[in-house]
């Protein structure tokens, strides 16, 4: 029977790399399996054994935890209304742009406060990539600099709360445990926030560094261009591009870290202050509101539909007892909790390649969480180590997203060779992050 739930994994796994909708592959493959197999073989699976999914999904839709992903999702298409992205690149353009690599530095800041802000990788990329790509190649940047730069920068929302990858692993990593790991959203955040400032400051000194040796790469802007560009009024711009969005960070993780509000009370606050930044902005109005809403209600719905097809999976496949059949066969083939560690990194590597990280995670998660409660691995670790994992899928050539999206919206010049050449050191800085964290576990402690 653990065999014939393996088989029913990979089947589903195919079919999805072969393009079918995820929700109704995951639910409905599913369910015709189980079906057949009580015919081939009886008693394996009764049909009474599905009363269960009905508890089940009204479970994921009660569950309060999940109620923060349409609120964050609101907050980040709501902020990419204001013009927030434009009036940061400009102000940070401003403060570096003096400096050998200052521009590329400020794409930098700016994806990692978009990340705190928004969380939503596709629209960072292809937003910071018609602002600031004809930017930097008008100010002489090499192209594949100045690519790698913006598509690494674009997906830190993957790992710095308030990121939905965070909050999807930390609910199905819950819902997988059997009581065995208790991670919570707010732990998640905790964990993520320090390798995520290590990964923008690491991004900022490789800049830095390479623009020193090659300076011809990243020219400085001139003063008289800066000059020009600043004008009358400068600090006030500065106060409102910079200052107000900070204000909402740290009124949203600030509040999770300080135990003031749950995740989801905070979502709300991020909602409510991104609505109020884009009235500040003069950027509001019915019809963005009705844009805003439709988007986030289309996010949700998919969000949702895969996750009632996954706990439809995950009962079928638990129920022909897959997870105790993979338990036995890694007892068997005795591997250490690193070796396991290991071969799941490299797979969840390469499934990045095709498809998206919510796919990832509904479908893997629950097959490996009862694996590592075997081997008494903290989940939490494991979890932050699976979202640097799937971050660094999101950039790795040929089939990384950030890629795909940054070619969509990149002038003609720019090729796929300048966008593979240019994000490789990003790449290999993700890979020493990783390496980091997995030596040294107590780094996504320091805040929790």
Same mark, same amino acid.
């Given at each position: 029977?653990?065999?014939?739930?393996?088989?029913?994994?990979?089947?589903?796994?195919?079919?999805?790399?072969?393009?079918?909708?995820?929700?109704?592959?995951?639910?409905?493959?599913?369910?015709?399996?189980?079906?057949?197999?009580?015919?081939?073989?009886?008693?394996?699976?009764?049909?009474?054994?599905?009363?269960?999914?009905?508890?089940?999904?009204?479970?994921?839709?009660?569950?309060?935890?999940?109620?923060?992903?349409?609120?964050?999702?609101?907050?980040?298409?709501?902020?990419?209304?204001?013009?927030?992205?434009?009036?940061?690149?400009?102000?940070?353009?401003?403060?570096?742009?003096?400096?050998?690599? &200052?521009?590329? /530095?400020?794409?930098? *800041? $700016?994806?990692? @406060? =978009? +990340?705190?802000?928004? #969380?939503?990788?596709?629209?960072?990329?292809?937003?910071?990539?018609?602002?600031?790509?004809?930017?930097?190649?008008?100010?002489?940047?090499?192209?594949?600099?100045?690519?790698?730069?913006?598509?690494?920068?674009?997906?830190? &929302?993957?790992? /710095?709360?308030?990121? *939905? $990858?965070?909050? @999807? =692993? +930390?609910?199905?990593? #819950?819902?997988?445990?059997?009581?065995?790991?208790?991670?919570?959203?707010?732990?998640?955040?905790?964990?993520?926030?320090?390798?995520?400032?290590?990964?923008?400051?690491?991004?900022?000194?490789?800049?830095?560094?390479?623009?020193?040796?090659?300076?011809?790469?990243?020219?400085?802007?001139?003063?008289?261009?800066?000059?020009?560009?600043?004008?009358?009024?400068?600090?006030?711009?500065?106060?409102?591009?910079?200052?107000?969005?900070?204000?909402?960070?740290?009124?949203?993780?600030?509040?999770?870290?300080?135990?003031?509000?749950?995740?989801?009370?905070?979502?709300?606050?991020?909602?409510?202050?991104?609505?109020?930044?884009?009235?500040?902005?003069?950027?509001?109005?019915?019809?963005?509101?009705?844009?805003?809403?439709?988007?986030?209600?289309?996010?949700?719905?998919?969000?949702?539909?895969?996750?009632?097809?996954?706990?439809?999976?995950?009962?079928?496949?638990?129920?022909?007892?897959?997870?105790?059949?993979?338990?036995?066969?890694?007892?068997?083939?005795?591997?250490?909790?690193?070796?396991?560690?290991?071969?799941?990194?490299?797979?969840?590597?390469?499934?990045?390649?095709?498809?998206?990280?919510?796919?990832?995670?509904?479908?893997?998660?629950?097959?490996?969480?009862?694996?590592?409660?075997?081997?008494?691995?903290?989940?939490?670790?494991?979890?932050?180590?699976?979202?640097?994992?799937?971050?660094?899928?999101?950039?790795?050539?040929?089939?990384?997203?950030?890629?795909?999206?940054?070619?969509?919206?990149?002038?003609?010049?720019?090729?796929?060779?300048?966008?593979?050449?240019?994000?490789?050191?990003?790449?290999?800085?993700?890979?020493?992050?990783?390496?980091?964290?997995?030596?040294?576990?107590?780094?996504?402690?320091?805040?929790?």
């Amino acid at each position: 029977m653990g065999a014939l739930a393996l088989i029913l994994f990979l089947i589903i796994f195919i079919l999805i790399l072969k393009g079918y909708p995820v929700a109704f592959t995951l639910g409905g493959v599913s369910v015709l399996f189980a079906l057949i197999v009580m015919i081939i073989v009886p008693d394996s699976f009764r049909f009474t054994d599905f009363n269960l999914l009905p508890s089940r999904f009204m479970g994921t839709i009660n569950n309060t935890m999940l109620m923060a992903v349409p609120l964050f999702i609101y907050m980040g298409i709501m902020l990419e209304k204001s013009g927030l992205a434009e009036s940061l690149l400009e102000t940070m353009a401003n403060l570096f742009g003096r400096m050998h690599g &200052g521009l590329a /530095i400020s794409v930098v *800041i $700016v994806g990692a @406060l =978009l +990340a705190a802000s928004t #969380g939503i990788v596709g629209a960072t990329v292809v937003t910071m990539g018609v602002l600031s790509l004809p930017v930097m190649l008008k100010r002489g940047y090499k192209p594949e600099l100045a690519t790698g730069v913006i598509a690494s920068s674009g997906t830190l &929302g993957q790992i /710095i709360p308030p990121s *939905i $990858v965070l909050i @999807l =692993l +930390a609910d199905q990593i #819950g819902a997988s445990s059997r009581g065995m790991s208790q991670v919570d959203v707010g732990s998640m955040f905790k964990a993520a926030f320090l390798p995520g400032l290590i990964l923008v400051v690491a991004y900022i000194v490789y800049i830095a560094i390479i623009s020193m040796i090659k300076k011809d790469w990243a020219p400085p802007i001139p003063v008289a261009d800066i000059k020009a560009m600043r004008g009358k009024g400068f600090g006030k711009r500065v106060f409102k591009a910079f200052f107000l969005p900070m204000l909402l960070i740290v009124a949203v993780l600030g509040s999770i870290f300080a135990g003031i509000a749950s995740p989801t009370e905070a979502a709300a606050v991020g909602a409510m202050g991104a609505t109020l930044l884009t009235i500040f902005e003069r950027k509001f109005s019915w019809k963005i509101l009705n844009e805003v809403m439709r988007q986030t209600m289309h996010l949700c719905a998919m969000v949702f539909w895969i996750l009632l097809g996954a706990t439809t999976f995950t009962l079928v496949f638990r129920t022909l007892g897959g997870d105790d059949y993979l338990i036995h066969l890694i007892e068997q083939a005795n591997l250490s909790p690193m070796a396991f560690l290991t071969i799941v990194m490299i797979v969840i590597f390469i499934a990045g390649f095709f498809i998206d990280f919510i796919e990832i995670i509904f479908i893997f998660v629950p097959v490996i969480t009862p694996i590592f409660n075997t081997y008494e691995v903290d989940m939490l670790w494991v979890g932050i180590l699976m979202a640097l994992n799937l971050q660094t899928s999101f950039l790795t050539p040929p089939f990384g997203f950030s890629l795909f999206y940054l070619k969509g919206v990149a002038p003609p010049e720019i090729t796929t060779q300048h966008l593979y050449k240019g994000i490789i050191p990003f790449i290999i800085i993700q890979i020493i992050l990783i390496t980091l964290i997995i030596i040294f576990p107590q780094i996504i402690y320091v805040f929790g």
